[in-house]
């Protein structure tokens, strides 16, 4: 069995996959710990998954940083934080984490591994060197790759190996793995043993189903979900100012979900459909936003999942923000699958 400790959750993409692949495959996954800051995110969680004998920590700076000085490059691996890192958490085999990104996407300010929320990878580190798990899979927007002239991706690579690991990445998009939606996001993994096979050069593979937004968009909905004429307008202009971009609806592949997705925006940044795309009905004209439900089956969340955070009292607005912060679980499984055909978790089983 591997034990793997579900860090930065949010609503559990990576423990989703891995549940998935355990029920088909010889490998078993078993988180025994999470980490999760957000109580929504902790609703949607845990009214999901079986989490009574989980180890779990809001804030993982209890444990990382628990004096006021933050972990970062010189203390992350001090022999006191070690110990009591190791001390309060369970022992596991397999690290999966989608570190808070809002300091390195193309929309937040770019400080990178300054920034108190980009210096989290430091937590990760310190989590690595006190509890050496043998394998470790993280996600972040793409634009990890280039911020700072490439020096904040090189400085995270090199400070795995550091730490022992074997390290690769691959920029994957979730559209190639059976959902319809455009998102790039670099996945970085690594093995603490050296494995006999060399890492993949290819990529997971592709699904080859034509997919599109048609499967999972709903004929009926809410009425509150059709944008009001008011707003159409606003909603449906081109690009403001000197800068143009075509406003384009009723997308077969979507757009990258947005954390804000809740707000309103220009047609060109979001996702919205019409009455004539949806139900091929070209008398009754109306467009409208996607539903909450939606928005997680763009993300690979099965309906059941949602119907769940319902139960629990979660809101349309929380829901639409934790799908759009959320890892593609589609992408993911296909990742662990593909690493197990090169070796990865078959020794520990
Ligand atoms: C990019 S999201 C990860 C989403 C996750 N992979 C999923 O599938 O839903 C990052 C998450 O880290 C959480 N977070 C931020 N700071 C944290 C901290 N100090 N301790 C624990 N979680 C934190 C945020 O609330 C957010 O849900």
């Known amino acids: 069995m591997i034990r793997c400790f579900d860090l ?15 029920e088909k495959n010889n490998i078993k996954f078993k988180t025994i710990g999470w980490s999760e800051i957000d109580k929504y995110c902790q609703k949607t969680y845990s ?43 369970p022992k596991f085999d397999f690290l999966m984490a989608g570190f808070p990104c809002q300091s390195f996407s193309s929309m937040g300010k770019q400080r990178g591994l300054d920034d108190e929320r980009g210096a989290l990878f430091f937590d990760i580190l310190a989590l690595l060197n006190s509890i050496k798990p043998n394998y470790f899979l993280l996600e972040n927007v793409k634009r990890l790759l280039t911020i700072d002239n490439k020096k904040t991706f090189s400085f995270i690579i090199s400070s795995l190996q550091k730490e022992g690991y074997d390290v690769n990445w691959w920029v994957l998009d979730s559209k190639h793995y059976g959902v319809p939606q455009t998102r790039r996001r670099v996945y970085i993994y690594g093995s603490l043993k050296k494995l006999e096979k060399k890492y993949p050069t290819e990529v997971p593979s592709i699904s080859k189903k034509n997919i599109t937004t048609k499967t999972i968009l709903d004929k009926k909905v809410d009425k ?68 909450p439900l939606e928005a997680l089956k ?17 809101s349309d607005t929380q829901l639409y923000m934790q799908a759009g912060n959320s890892v593609t679980t589609n992408v993911v499984k296909a990742i662990i699958t593909h690493l197990i055909n090169y070796g990865w978790f078959n020794e520990d089983n």
């Open 8 to 22: 930065f959750a949010g609503i559990g993409g990576f423990r989703l996959a891995t549940e998935k692949i355990s």
């Open 47 to 89: 009214s999901n998954f079986d989490i009574k004998n989980n180890y779990f920590i809001d804030d993982i700076k209890k444990i990382t940083s628990p004096t006021k000085e933050f972990c970062n490059y010189q203390n992350y691996n001090s022999i006191k934080k070690s110990k009591l890192i190791k001390k309060i958490i």
């Open 224 to 291: 509150k979900y059709i944008l009001s004429n008011k707003i159409l307008k606003t909603i449906l202009k081109h690009g403001t100012g000197g800068y143009y971009s075509k406003s384009e609806i009723d997308l077969e592949i979507a757009r990258p979900l947005t954390r804000t997705m809740v707000k309103m925006h220009r047609a060109n940044q979001d996702n919205y459909y019409s009455n004539k795309f949806i139900n091929n009905d070209k008398k009754l004209k109306w467009i409208r936003k996607l539903t």
């Open 298 to 314: 763009l993300q690979g969340f099965p309906t059941k999942f949602y119907n769940n955070a319902k139960l629990n009292d979660i």
